[in-house]
């Protein structure tokens, strides 16, 4: 390719990408109106036995867990002082951040009346609930999330006095970010405690707060190397020196990170079958499908990031990095369709409906673009001038 | 509500004193023995004979769409219903009983004393009155449809086809008309008297009557006394409940105890995490500082050490130039000398 | 015995209403403590 049809190339918007978001987006936009004119009957294959689809299971439960890369991070770096890791912490919180705000965007289509979502906490406060417990730490997590990363913002729009009053607040917010995100995330597997006779028994476990959280550290370590591929791919000319440096030693931190997790979180699973001596499921068309999930997604992982740390193999780890990611989300989708109300006949089962997946993809879609606006624009993948004593 | 702390705390100390005092309608589990005189409904599976007078007083008294089919289209026993958004009460038909005809069951809320969906809603649309009827509130509903996630008798459907006020709807057990002293719709019009209502703990001792004088009749349990810590709407059969759809491993725990464990743990973290994880970060901080200080002490002695070795040096340097110089002196001197000798012995000769 | 709690989802509805201002409350006050025990280690 000639440097004349490369600059060409890049100055024109109609970019294979560009033109299939935009057809999402359209697509998008009509299902939204058909889905608050004629409501959730019209939109999507929920009934009275299967009240929550892949809204839920998809946007909801597998979008949180993939965004604990901003706790998991911010952690590592500033209270285990982890400080070679530093350059991750904004991709991850700017992840983070989106992810949660596109949980909140799609809980808005979900939800029978999303304008009513502000009730639980002004008018009537539901505290029983393991997800009125969710809902405040989301919201407050939400907080947390846009201020940390509010400096990237302020950065790029000149702040400096407001800009340095909240990097003050960092380690507060940080300490704050993991509790909250070790009660919310556990308590997105709380929530499904309450129906034990529906969920089968090779998922659901006294432990499903613990499998929650831990599994949400390893999708948080997973996330970002995925994301760090992908923004390597697509984003390399707004890194900087630190930046492209430390990318493959992030793999190999976070690589052994994930892989001790994962061997961690195998192993508490099997106590779970052993605690309800579960063992006979195993054998199951069920147990099957669990053990491909535990096998496949979690064990086989965990081996090849053992393997790409130890044998300095970055691209291994990145593999492995895809499986745990695409792991968690069989996982979340196991507990709130596959494996819930597992006994009912096929034909009372659910299966989402395109509509329900056009939304999904649409809203997916909209936080591609608000990420990449915001990583061209603004100090994500680089440090700005200004700033650069900082570390 | 408000408790004074003083009542609390007499409730506390009379939970351990007052068992033997203790009413006998007991929840399953614990200390709490729900509201004294909360209503019941009893149905009787040996009586019902499938007539949809029910069915059809509920769609009545609660002023319910009309149904696809009639009441009185009895080809809708060809398959299992279940309630839905505009039937709060269905009677399937089952056949493969082992009975010799066929079993027919009512299929409504079970009002259970400690209701999932109450537990379950974030904000708290769903309440026990103490007329013993799970009260719905649908003025304060979100809808997340969690409720419906809960109910392990999968009873509550939702208006999936409202875009904008979609409900959750279920049996009230005919409040409004328990308060004005009147029956629910579906009692009052049952003409075999299959359903009886009355106080819980009345109910429960007419089912065991039932049982005692009938024994080849009915299966010596009561549906609904204990299951998911008791049901206000209770039932006896005369076959196995599994084959009229009542699940039987629902076990005994009421519904809220499935997540207090859970929930529990909440303050724990809020309490512990911000210790532990302040705690580590000052040792990370510390660890930062003493190696940030070993760190400079090597290079103050580094610097040290290279000053010593030059300082050495120079000093090495300037004594041997020193000697050098000595020593250059005495072969000039010792030179001198023997050129002095020289030139005398010269002038000796 | 008190006439207002019969249920155990009363009693968690009451005992989780004040713990969680309880924990509220603790957040605050960690702050206030922190800062308090750390008062000379500030360069401020």
């Known amino acids: 390719m000639t440097d004349q049809e490369i600059t060409m190339e890049k100055k024109s918007i109609f970019t294979p990408f560009n033109i299939i978001s935009a057809i999402i987006i359209i697509v998008g936009l009509v299902l939204t109106y058909l889905r608050f004119t004629k409501g959730l009957g019209a939109v999507t294959n929920l009934d009275d036995t299967n009240p929550w689809g892949i809204w839920i299971g998809f946007d909801l439960l597998t979008g949180v867990a993939l965004a604990a890369g901003g ?29 949660y705000s596109l949980v909140v965007f799609a809980l808005l289509y979900d939800v029978g009346r999303p304008w009513r979502l502000p009730y639980p906490f002004f008018i009537s406060q539901g505290v029983t609930s393991v997800m009125f417990e969710v809902g405040a730490c989301v919201a407050l997590y939400l907080t947390v999330l846009f201020l940390e990363f509010s400096p990237a913002a302020l950065e790029w729009l000149g702040l400096k006095k407001l800009r340095s009053l909240i990097v003050k607040l960092t380690i507060a917010l940080t300490i704050l970010g993991v509790v909250l995100s070790t009660l919310h995330q556990s308590s997105l597997g709380a929530m499904f405690l309450l129906a034990p006779s529906k969920l089968h028994p090779l998922w659901y476990s006294p432990y499903l707060p613990v499998f929650f959280f831990v599994s949400s550290i390893a999708a948080g370590l997973s996330m970002v190397l995925f994301e760090g591929t992908l923004a390597h791919r697509h984003f390399r000319h707004k890194m900087d ?89 069989l996982n979340r989708i196991n507990i709130t369709l596959i494996a819930f109300n597992w006994q009912l006949p096929w034909d009372e089962r659910y299966f989402p409906s395109w509509m329900e997946i056009g939304i999904s993809v649409f809203v997916v879609t909209v936080g591609l673009l608000v990420y990449r606006f915001i990583v061209t624009k603004m100090p994500i993948l680089y440090e700005h001038p200004d700033y650069k004593q900082e570390h | 509500m408000t408790v004074s702390r003083r009542r609390f705390l007499e409730w506390v100390a009379a939970a351990g004193v007052g068992t033997a005092a203790a009413s006998s309608a007991k929840a399953a589990h614990g200390e709490f023995s729900g509201y004294p005189d909360s209503y019941g409904v009893l149905f009787d599976a040996t009586l019902c004979l499938g007539c949809r007078s029910c069915e059809k007083a509920c769609n ?90 809960a109910c392990p008798f999968n009873i509550p459907a939702y208006e999936y086809n409202e875009a904008l006020t979609p409900r959750v709807m279920k049996c009230t057990l005919c409040l409004p008309r328990l308060r004005e002293g009147k029956l629910p719709g579906c009692v009052e019009a049952c003409p075999v008297e299959a359903l009886t209502f009355g106080r819980r703990k009345d109910l429960i001792a007419i089912a065991h009557e039932k049982i005692r004088k009938y024994p080849g009749r009915y299966i010596d349990h009561i549906y609904g ?111 001198a000398l023997a050129d002095a000798d020289k030139e005398k012995g010269k002038e000796g000769e | 015995m008190t006439d207002s709690i019969h249920t155990l989802q009363e009693f968690m509805f009451h005992t989780k209403g004040i713990l969680y201002i309880l924990a509220i409350g603790f957040l605050i006050g960690f702050t206030w403590f922190w800062r308090f025990l750390h008062k000379y280690d500030r360069e401020e």
């Not at chain 1, 990318?247 to 699973?269: M, P, R």
């Not at chain 2, 038909?93 to 409504?108: C, E, F, H, L, W």
């Not at chain 2, 206000?232 to 005994?252: A, E, F, N």
């Open chain 1, 71 to 99: 706790y998991v991070t911010a952690a590592a770096v500033e209270i285990f002082g982890m400080k070679k890791y530093h350059s991750a912490v904004r991709p991850a919180i700017l992840t983070g951040f989106l992810g």
């Open chain 1, 241 to 329: 020196e630190a930046h492209l440096a430390e990318h493959d030693n992030l793999a190999f931190g976070f690589g052994k990170a994930a892989a001790l997790v994962l061997a961690g979180y195998f192993a508490i699973k099997i106590f779970g079958i052993a605690l309800g001596n579960n063992w006979h499921y195993l054998s199951t068309p069920y147990g099957l499908w669990f053990m491909l999930e535990m096998l496949g997604f979690v064990l086989l992982p965990c081996f090849l990031f053992a393997i790409g740390t130890r044998d300095r193999n970055a691209r291994l780890i990145r593999v492995s990095a895809f499986i745990t990611v695409f792991g968690i989300f």
């Open chain 2, 60 to 149: 009545e008294v609660n002023k319910l769409p009309a149904p696809g089919k009639p009441f009185t289209d009895l080809t809708v026993f060809d398959e299992k219903r279940r309630t839905d958004y505009r039937t709060f009460t269905v009677v399937n038909r089952y056949n493969d009983t082992g009975a010799d005809k066929p079993v027919y069951r009512k299929i409504q809320c079970n009002h259970c004393l400690e209701p999932a969906c109450a537990s379950a809603c974030f904000v708290g649309a769903f309440k026990k009155t103490p007329e013993g009827a799970v009260e719905y509130d649908a003025s304060v509903c979100v809808g997340c449809r969690y409720c419906i996630i």
């Open chain 2, 225 to 335: 006394q204990h299951e998911m810590g008791g049901t206000s709407w209770m039932y006896l059969s005369g076959v196995p409940y599994t084959k009229i759809d009542l699940r039987t491993d629902l076990g005994t725990t009421p519904a809220p105890e499935f997540t207090s464990g859970a929930l529990a743990m909440v303050p724990m973290v809020i309490g512990l995490w911000p210790v532990l994880l302040g705690g580590i970060y000052k040792i990370t901080q510390r660890k930062e500082k003493i190696a940030d200080a070993e760190r400079r002490q090597e290079v103050a002695n580094a610097i040290a050490a290279t000053q010593g070795e030059a300082d050495a040096k120079a000093r090495a340097a300037a004594e041997k130039f020193q000697k050098e110089k000595e020593r250059a002196v005495d072969m000039a001197v010792k030179k």
